[in-house]
């Protein structure tokens, strides 16, 4: 086993009191109520308390700024071998990837780690970071992008929303 870290023994530990009352081991592999929600992985945002999705009742997919493009291969998967017929996006205030360009992604990555560093990071998913410019278009965007992408079921509802992490709150956008 790795070196242990708190976060490791913290994860052990939890996990031994999570698994001694878990009775929910006979869920079904496809999700209940048949919906994906695509967020940010910022550690402010917990979509399972925040929207009430049950353990069982949703695929949550998570990555930098909650990007539909990023999430893509997942909702493929998630439609087509798990039987999801709905989208929903959920972006959030204050969120890390209205905070830079993608040029400034590249050069802390060179700085830091190298120019081999920049090149992994081209073959691993183009180099684009995905930052955000305006959050409320940036959801808008992305719905539409999702809508009108062949590899997505037609006619599927894709909704849109914003989270304030201010407040907890979440308003529709589109």
Known sequence: MSQSTPNIDNL???NKKYAA???KGHLPLPPAKKYAVV???????????AYGIDLGDAHVIRNAGGS???S??????????????EIIIVKHTGCGMLTFKNEDAAKLVRENLGEEAVKATADGFGGEYLPLTDLE???KE????????KAIVPGIKVSGWV???ETGKVRSVV
């Open 12 to 14: 052990v530990e939890s």
């Open 21 to 23: 009352s878990f009775d």
């Open 39 to 49: 967020a940010c992985m910022d550690a402010r945002v917990d979509p399972a308390a």
């Open 68 to 70: 539909a493009r990023d």
């Open 72 to 85: 893509l291969r997942s909702l493929v998967i998630s439609q087509q071998l798990l039987g999801t017929r």
């Open 137 to 139: 278009a940036s959801v």
């Open 142 to 149: 992305d719905v539409e992008w999702l809508q009108g992408n």
């Open 163 to 165: 989270h304030e992490v």
